[in-house]
């Protein structure tokens, strides 16, 4: 036996209801049309299906089996269709973000959980990378947005806005070696065993480069993969280390002195991908963003 869809959704509907009346209404259905159905379909089933009565209508056995699988079916028969529709519905848009160690920390993680909470239909892919690497990749148009290093950045022609400071500062156990300094060079820095990200992490290679092939002798006591397991080990007074001021978390207690080398004064800028024509509403979205999530790190604003 082949069965219609329509006439077991009807069907359904009529048990659901306790009348041809009511279940005609819910398809939008005359009476006449439903009760045409209802009886093809018993004359198909070859058994009644329902008991007509003066107050409506109830199902037989075989019309409550009828009214059991009918359920199932047409269950299972969303469900297939939805796996089909999946494959025809418009693709959800797609951004490349690309950021230093820095931002990485706090800066993007509060940018992307209100960006993507807000924008369901938008995924964004972020990769860590150094500001030349990122400059180049904005202006091949291999990316949407990038946060980069300012005195790294260049004159690289790409459309740029200020995030606010990332200067570099030292920072060592609470009333440690640096209480009661408020500033100091890193040749004197480098006198004291040292807390450090791992090599190729693009704040660790920074201060290398920076600093010149003449910079003293250190002596990392461990490498770390990111900024919070550093201030950790800094805050149990594993050893100094230099982070950017916006990594400091007040949750750690911490003698903080600012840097005197010049490098060490530095900030942030988000960089706009050279892409032809203007930016997607998504990119502009997810710009707005991360411009609030650097006025929170400020001070300015509060995250939600």
């Not at 009565?53 to 939805?82: C, F, S, Y």
């Not at 920390?105 to 509060?110: D, E, V």
């Not at 060490?264 to 707005?288: D, I, Q």
């Amino acid at each position: 036996m082949r069965y219609d869809l329509d006439d077991l959704r009807l069907f359904v509907d009529i048990v659901a209801e306790g009348s041809i009346t009511a279940g005609a209404r819910r398809r939008h259905l005359s009476l006449p049309s439903a009760s045409a159905r209802v009886r093809s379909l018993e004359q198909q089933a070859g058994v009644t299906l329902l008991v007509r009565g003066r107050r409506g209508v109830r199902p037989t056995p075989a019309g409550m089996a009828l009214a059991r699988h009918a359920r199932d079916v047409l269950t299972r028969t969303a469900r297939l269709e939805g796996a089909v529709a999946s494959y025809t519905t418009a693709r959800t848009t797609s951004l490349t973000l690309l950021a230093g160690g820095s931002a990485t920390h706090r800066l993007l993680p509060h940018a992307l959980v209100s960006f993507l909470r807000a924008h369901p239909d938008v995924d964004v892919t972020v990769s860590e990378s150094r500001t030349p690497r990122t400059v180049r990749m904005l202006a091949d148009g291999e990316a949407d947005l990038g946060v980069v290093i300012d005195n790294e950045a260049g004159d690289s022609g790409l459309r740029v806005e200020s995030l606010g400071d990332d200067s570099l500062v030292v920072i060592g156990q609470a009333g440690g070696v640096l209480a009661g300094r408020t500033a100091l060079a890193y040749s004197e820095v480098a006198e004291h065993p040292l807390v450090g990200l791992h090599e190729d992490s693009a704040l660790r290679r920074w201060i290398e480069t920076s600093v010149g092939p003449h910079a003293p002798a250190v002596r990392y006591r461990t490498s770390v993969a990111n900024l919070s397991v550093l201030v950790a080990l800094v805050a149990a007074g594993v050893g100094l280390a230099v982070v950017p001021r916006r990594a400091i978390d007040s949750g750690h207690p911490l003698d903080v002195c600012d840097l005197r080398d010049p490098w060490a004064r530095r900030s942030l800028l988000l960089a706009w991908g050279a892409k032809p024509g203007a930016p997607s509403p998504a990119t502009v979205e997810l710009a707005e963003h991360l411009r609030r999530a650097a006025r929170s790190e400020g001070g300015e604003d509060r995250w939600p």
